[in-house]
């Protein structure tokens, strides 16, 4: 880890997007005008505001975005709560960025992919679709299954709609969790949709969301005949100090910070259930 890792950069909110009712994606750069990292999709980095708190968010934005870092947050607590309130033009401390990213340039490399995600979920995972989306040529076919409570709960549903439905090398697949008026799409929960959709067996599956949504995809994907160690995910949720020295995020013989966030599912069958 590199000492800058350590130190908190201040970093200028430069621009507040509303995606949902409760999620806000807040664009970052430092003051000279550019982005604080280059990150790895899949890593995260620590926000904080002096006298209010930090907490670890994993960073949106993909490696080669030229203008900014971006954190999509969802409001849930005092923090997220005193930066949904915040203005544009105001200041927050970063650090990072921290964690193991996806093996993009190694186990995805030539691999024909599928992104599922629920609510929040998606943050994490909107990261590495656009670095692959960036890169066609490394990357087989793009399936996206994503799902919420309702269509306005979709985090990203514009971009979703009007870039990755257009592009070629994608097939995105959304759903909501009951019927509603203004929704001609799929209905139902992500766990029984992804099962529907029949997917060929020699994917790589990537899955982001709440446990129990995570729970139930990953037992569906086993009866289809996936293998664990086809399955990835994040667990960014555990990160705390993100250098690996407080300890809340120790599982077994590993700290989700220094070995994670992203695992291999069948590394987390070897450990204790309690994660």
């Not at 621009?15 to 995260?44: A, M």
């Not at 996806?102 to 943050?123: E, H, N, S, W």
């Amino acid at each position: 880890m590199n000492k800058e890792e350590l130190i908190p950069q201040i970093g200028v909110v430069k621009e507040i997007v509303q995606e949902t009712g409760d999620v806000k994606s807040f664009h970052v750069v430092g003051l000279d005008g550019k982005p604080i990292f280059k990150n790895i999709p899949g890593q995260c980095a620590m926000v904080s505001v002096p006298g209010v708190g930090e907490g670890m968010f994993s960073i949106t934005s993909a490696p080669q975005n030229p203008d900014y870092n971006e954190f999509s947050i969802k409001k849930c607590g005092h923090l997220t709560s005193w930066l949904h309130d915040m203005e544009e033009g105001q200041e927050i401390l970063v650090r990072g960025p921290y964690g193991n990213g996806f093996p993009v340039d190694t186990d995805f490399r030539g691999k024909d992919l599928v992104f599922i995600a629920g609510g929040i979920g998606l943050a994490p995972l909107r990261s590495i679709i656009n670095y692959c989306r960036a890169n066609p040529e490394n990357y087989g076919h793009l399936d996206i299954i994503y799902g919420s409570r309702t269509k306005e709960d979709l985090v990203k549903r514009k971009e979703i709609e009007e870039e990755w439905a257009k592009d070629p090398h994608c097939s995105v697949y959304l759903t909501i969790d009951r019927e509603e008026e203004g929704w001609d799409g799929h209905v139902g929960f992500v766990p029984t949709y992804a099962s529907e959709l029949g997917l060929s067996l020699d994917k790589i599956i990537i899955i982001c969301g709440p446990p129990i949504m995570i729970h139930f995809t990953l037992e569906g994907l086993k009866k289809q005949g996936f293998k664990t160690s086809q399955v990835y995910t994040t667990m960014e949720m555990r990160m705390k100090c993100g250098i690996g020295k407080c300890g809340r995020c120790n599982i077994g013989d590993k700290y989700v910070c220094k070995d994670g966030p992203v695992f291999r599912y069948d590394k987390l069958d070897l450990l204790p259930p309690e994660f």
